[in-house]
C-alpha cells in the first residue's frame, strides 16, 4: 500500500492509456510520456503496462507499507529515502536507478530541476479498479481514479519478479526549444496561405494554460479564410485547433474527442511536450524536413 502524504500540484495514476475506444468517444489518456514510464516499469521489473504515478512539477511525499522496488524516470528531481523508526536515517537516490524500499520507508521526491513531469513506477503496479481497460486518470473526462490528495491510499500488486541488474540509465536533458513535426490538418483551407507560413515560420511559446489536456501557445495569431466556427467534429492526438484569437492549440494525451474550431494541422509526435514549461519555445516544420 501507497499512503500519500503530500501529494504536491498535480499527481495522477496513469499507464499506457486508452487505446482502441476513441470509436465510442472514449479519450486515450494514459502517460503524456509513455516511453518513460515503460522504462520506470522495466526497471523494477514490471510489465510495461502498469499503472504508476505521473508527478507534476512540485513532486510529492510517499510512504510504503511494506518493502518495495521503486523507479523514477522523466525530468530530474531531487530524491530522498527516509527509513522508518526505530533506525531513521536517510539517503539520497536519482532519477534513473532503482531503489529498494524497505516496509514504512518515505519517499521525498522533489521539485523538477528541469521540465515538468516525473513518473514512478513500483514493484507490482499501482492497482487502483482499471475503467475501460485503463487505470489511468483522465482529467478532462473524469475517467479513472482523481488526482491524489493528501491522505489517499494507493494498493499495489504483486511484484512480476525481480528487478534488472540496471544502475543507472541516461535521462534525456530537457532542451530549451522543440521542433515539431507539423502535417496538414483536415481544415487546412479555412486559413490563409499567411496563416500556414506563419505557423511554420515563426516562434511560439508555451502558454502557463498548458496542461494535461493540451499546450496552449502564445505568438503569432493564424488568420483565417472562412468565417464562423464549424460542427463537432473528431480530434485526435497532436491536433492543432485553432479558437477565436489565432492562436494554436495542440492537443495533449487528455484531449477531448470531438471539437468545433478548425484543424490546422496535426502534430506527429507531442512527447516532447510533456516537458514543455511554461515559456518553453516551439517551432513547426513540415514532414520533408
Do not use: K
Not at 472514449?26 to 503496462?49: C, F, I, K, M, Q
Not at 518493502?67 to 533506525?87: N, S
Not at 499501482?126 to 473524469?142: A, C, F, K, N, Y
Request: aromatic share 4%; net charge positive; hydrophobic share 40%.
Amino acid at each position: 500500500m501507497i499512503e500519500v502524504l503530500r501529494a504536491g500540484a498535480l499527481t495522477t495514476v496513469q499507464d499506457q492509456g486508452r487505446p482502441g475506444w476513441a470509436h465510442l468517444g472514449v479519450p486515450r489518456s494514459g502517460a503524456l510520456d509513455p516511453a518513460a514510464l515503460r522504462l520506470a516499469n522495466r526497471l523494477v521489473g514490471n510489465a510495461e503496462h502498469a499503472a504508476g504515478l505521473e508527478i507534476t512539477m512540485t513532486g510529492c511525499v510517499l510512504r510504503f507499507t511494506r518493502a518495495v522496488a521503486v523507479a523514477l524516470t522523466g525530468a530530474p528531481a531531487d530524491v530522498l529515502v527516509e527509513w522508518p523508526p526505530p533506525a531513521v536515517r536517510r539517503r539520497p537516490g536519482d532519477v534513473g536507478r532503482p531503489l529498494a524500499l524497505p516496509a514504512g520507508a518515505v519517499l521525498r521526491v522533489g521539485p523538477a530541476r528541469a521540465g515538468v513531469r516525473t513518473w514512478l513506477a513500483v514493484g507490482g503496479g499501482i492497482t487502483v479498479e482499471p475503467m475501460l481497460g485503463s487505470r489511468s486518470t483522465d482529467t478532462l473526462s473524469g475517467l479513472g481514479p482523481p488526482p491524489l490528495r493528501d491522505g489517499d491510499r494507493l494498493p499495489l500488486g504483486t511484484p512480476y519478479g525481480p528487478p534488472p541488474p540496471v544502475d543507472l540509465t541516461v535521462t534525456p536533458p530537457v532542451p530549451d526549444a522543440l521542433r515539431l513535426t507539423v502535417r496538414p490538418g483536415p481544415r487546412q483551407d479555412w486559413f490563409t496561405p499567411q496563416a500556414l507560413d506563419l505557423l511554420r515560420g515563426t516562434a511560439y511559446t508555451v502558454s502557463p494554460d498548458s496542461n494535461r489536456v493540451g499546450a496552449r501557445l502564445a505568438g503569432a495569431a493564424l488568420p483565417r479564410a472562412v468565417a464562423g466556427e464549424l460542427p463537432s467534429e473528431g480530434l485526435v492526438l497532436g491536433a492543432v485547433q485553432v479558437p477565436s484569437d489565432g492562436q494554436p492549440l495542440v492537443f495533449l494525451a487528455d484531449h477531448p474527442t470531438t471539437g468545433g474550431y478548425p484543424v490546422v494541422g496535426v502534430v506527429d509526435d507531442v512527447t516532447a511536450l510533456a516537458q514543455a514549461r511554461p515559456g518553453t519555445t516551439v517551432t513547426f516544420h513540415g514532414p520533408q524536413r
